[in-house]
């Protein structure tokens, strides 16, 4: 799921909730989108919220920032999907061996991902494609 900024990747989100709220037709992504929030009943409410779009979810606010919880669900299920980086799909199959849930084994990987996106964000760089494989071969 490919979003330019912050307001556009919320509207997936929103627009997605709505479209289930009326019973409308989903689209396959729409279907992903859904899925993961059917997991997340504690940010439905969010989805709801008017103000979605001007408020900010920062440490400061002491609030998780749902969208970035969800996208990375998201990310998580579109990298092993796609094996990118080569080998994910493998390592998650492997955890899947370890972990008996399988969302609270996305929580831990989302761990490593933060990591490496932080990473990436404070270096000015792409994130390290290697150094998260390596760091999510370590729960293993």
Not at 17 to 44: A, N
Not at 105 to 118: N, V
């Amino acid at each position: 799921m490919i979003v330019q900024d912050r307001d556009t990747s919320r509207k997936v989100f929103v627009d997605t909730w709505m479209k289930y709220r009326r019973g409308e037709r989903l689209g396959s992504l729409e279907q992903i989108v859904l899925s993961v929030i059917l997991q997340h009943t504690e940010y439905q409410r969010w989805l709801d919220d008017k103000e979605i779009y001007t408020r900010d979810f920062t440490t400061m606010t002491n609030i998780d920032n749902p969208f970035l919880h969800m996208g990375m669900h998201i990310a998580i299920n579109e990298q092993t999907g796609a094996d990118r980086p080569p080998g994910i799909r493998s390592c998650y199959q492997n955890l899947l061996g370890k972990y008996t849930d399988e969302h609270k084994l996305q929580h831990t990987m989302m761990e490593c991902l933060g990591q490496c996106l932080w990473q990436a964000q404070t270096n000015r760089t792409l994130p390290d494609e290697m150094a998260y494989l390596e760091s999510l071969r370590k729960l293993v």
